[in-house]
């Protein structure tokens, strides 16, 4: 059932690495959560995944859940939108994902020629724990004590490209499209579902949630006690809810907090 047919008048928008997922025996939504928002249900609450993971991960994270448990839409790589069709599929938003596409490939042709100079500084540089670049992604994982510096690095890169930004959560760092965030893609999203983005519930822990922690999105927004400190000031600064439990049960600390001012 989607949310625009169904009772549901609250949306929780759910980061998933530090926040709602766990990774043993597989990775897979942390049942706390979900048994959790099991028992909101009757309360009108529906919720969405907003991950920069792939989406294809995304799908097979929702597909392990009983339909009922299953997200209302995944939101992947900041940019994608996938609607349930309330039968276990995920459906493209295909204007809204086509044209994140075209925007995409836009600054991709435009940067990529670059990369393997970018590449050759940055691995003579830093000490790489793990990469990924391809038609989709420009991304490194590095030592914990080189993320800002590389970081740094990176912006100086892009900054011929207007059109390009360095966005990343606790230990990827990546390039992409300035129009691209979690704050865009869960707006448009909670317009498709017919949801009042004052009635949605932001929950992140990166530096790449704080487009939709910042209050741009809506004013109840929270993160676990493990969020990265950034985030931390960014929730406070906007009279958020910074919880005192790490991960699932952070989260659920701060739905909790939300659901019952809002009813």
């Keep these: 059932m989607k949310i625009s047919d169904s009772p549901y008048t609250i949306l929780v928008a759910l980061d998933l690495d530090g926040t709602s997922v766990r990774y043993d025996p597989r990775l897979e939504m942390d049942p706390v ?12 609450v529906g919720w969405v995944m907003n991950s920069d993971r792939y ?9 392990f859940l009983e339909p009922d448990d299953q997200p209302e839409a995944i939101l992947s790589c900041q940019r994608f939108i ?3 069709n309330g039968n276990g599929e995920y459906l493209p938003s295909s204007s809204w994902n086509k044209n994140r596409m075209q925007l995409h ?7 990529t020629p670059y990369f393997p100079e970018w590449r050759r500084q940055i691995e003579d540089r830093f ?3 793990n990469t990924v670049v391809n038609d989709l992604v420009f991304a490194y994982l590095v030592s914990p004590d080189q993320t800002f510096e590389l970081r740094e690095l990176m912006q100086s890169f892009i900054r011929p490209w207007p059109a390009a930004q360095i966005s990343g959560n606790h230990e990827w ?5 300035a129009d691209f965030s979690k704050g865009s893609v869960l ?4 317009e498709k579902l017919g949801i009042d983005t004052g009635r949605v519930i932001c929950v992140g822990d990166g530096i790449n949630d704080i487009t939709m922690l910042n209050g741009s999105v809506s004013p109840h927004v929270g993160c676990p006690a493990n969020a990265s400190s950034d985030v931390k000031e960014t929730v406070q600064s906007v009279g958020g809810f910074v919880a005192g439990d790490r991960d699932g049960a952070g989260t659920i600390q701060v ?3 939300y659901v019952e001012r809002l009813g």
């Design 33 to 44: 959560v979900i048994d959790y928002l099991r028992t909101l249900r009757g309360q009108g």
């Design 55 to 63: 989406t294809d991960d995304m799908i097979d994270i929702a597909g």
């Design 82 to 84: 996938f609607m349930s």
């Design 105 to 111: 490939k836009e600054l991709w042709d435009a940067v």
């Design 127 to 129: 000490t790489i724990l």
């Design 173 to 177: 760092s990546f390039i992409l499209h």
């Design 187 to 190: 707006r448009h999203c909670a």
């Design 255 to 257: 739905i909790r907090h």
